[in-house]
């Protein structure tokens, strides 16, 4: 990987850790960015870190952009040698697939889509190499997901498929952005998955939406009392494909402050990911639904 370092003119520097997003990039953008807070540069005011990027903001009054990027490339090479390991946690997250609201909403937007005449689930399915729909819906839920990245708006999760890449999914945006997606939409970007958070604007395919409330302002979530966000980056994902009727149970329970997700403490070690990643993933699985 090469890095790449660009002023954003007199307060900013980004630096791409690589050109394509992989675990390895993220890893070393995770390892940078802890470096820079660890290292309590003068003049630093925001650090953030995105899927295999970081932007730093600084006051040019307290010290220099040169002097800026010397700190930052600095750091770079005594990350090099950081373990690619992480104290994380694996969730389940229910998915009511080719629900009726999604599939609404896009039948609304289909002039702004590749495929006018049929769903965003056709689509992906089809330049996947899927023989049906629910093949490919297989195909997404069947293997965990890794959250690089939270932002874009307010709490939505970036997750990148922890298959190897000749398996990745991958699905292009919409030719045009929609004007509205439904809260919770499960979308799909690129080589990302995504949890649409609040309602509004997007161009991410739609798959499915998820019950789960993962943005609450008011922390009156039963689950989102500590913090309004509920996705941290490095957080495993695990997709759960439910039907109607365990979906209106399960939003009920979430509105009635009953719900409580499945979550289990696990450790992420990339080199052993890489080694055997069918068998790693396994042993996730393992520690999500074992006692």
Sequence with gaps: MKTRYTFGGDEHIFVEMDEEMSLDAFFKGLSMTKAVKEAGIDGVTEICPANASMQI????DR??????MAELKSLESATESAEKRLDTRIIEIPVYYQDPWTQETLMRFRERHQDPNGTDLDYAARINGYDTVDAFITAHHSSPWFVSMVGFVAGLPFLYQLVDRKRQIEVPKYLRPRTDTPKQTVGYGGCFSCIYSVRGAGGYQMFGITPMTIYDPTQTTSYLKDFMVFFNPGD??????IDRAEYDDTLAAVENNTYRPKIRNVEFDLEKFNADIDGYNAKLMEALHGN
């Design 63 to 68: 010290i220099s952009p040169a002097d800026m």
């Design 57 to 60: 903001k600084f006051d040019p």
């Design 236 to 241: 495993i994902v695990k997709w759960k494909p």
